[in-house]
């Protein structure tokens, strides 16, 4: 079992903005992990997340999280979704990141604009991804793609618990990669039209 240890202020900053970049991808999912692992120890909750760790929030996240597992994976309602959720995703990943680093309650400017960064990064990410692979009518790719976004949100919630630097750097690292990648395909994409028109 892991034990519960107080974090430097460096790493509550690592921590708290990896949490935001999680939100970006899975909300419901990022706030149940929080939630858990502060109610059994794992993890050194700030004041301002204490309300995690109540079952009432555990139970419902938990719930919700259930219900994006599924909506996730039907193509067509996954972008609705992600549509949906850019109102949610993004205040959330601010207020988790500003939340973490706070001190005394109150919810500072840089944690708030550093939070909202790292959501709006992996959010738009996680759209853009979903809205190419959209394009293809078979479903494997998108429950493919939705499963290991899963798979890659416990995981990086249970890194960030041990290693908050690691995660951070893996959280950067996934974005800019497939951020790229997801550029080359878009553009690769648009060129197909183009190109039959000058045909």
Avoid at 21 to 50: C, H, K, N, Q
Avoid at 55 to 73: H, N, Q, R
């Amino acid at each position: 079992m892991l034990e519960e240890v107080a974090m430097s202020e460096a790493q509550l900053f690592a921590t708290g903005v990896v949490l935001a970049w999680l939100a970006g991808v899975r909300v419901y999912l990022t706030v149940f992990g929080i939630g858990v692992a502060g109610a059994m120890g794992w993890l050194d909750l700030p004041s301002t997340l204490e309300v995690t760790r109540s079952p009432w929030v555990i139970g419902v996240s938990g719930l919700l999280a259930a219900t994006e597992f599924f909506a996730d994976k039907i193509p067509g309602v996954d972008s609705g979704w992600d549509l949906l959720h850019t109102l949610l995703r993004i205040p959330a990943g601010a207020f988790l990141a500003a939340a973490t680093l706070s001190s005394d309650g109150e919810l500072g400017a840089g944690g708030l604009v550093a939070g909202a960064a790292a959501a709006f990064a992996s959010h738009a990410l996680k759209s853009g991804t979903r809205a190419l692979i959209n394009t293809s009518p078979e479903p494997i790719t998108n429950w493919t793609a939705s499963t290991t976004e899963d798979a890659a949100v416990l995981g990086g919630l249970a890194l960030v618990i041990a290693h908050p630097w690691a995660a951070l750097a893996l959280a950067v690292l996934s974005t800019a990669l497939l951020g790229a990648a997801v550029l080359w395909a878009w553009r690769r994409l648009l060129r197909r039209p183009s190109r039959g028109l000058a045909r």
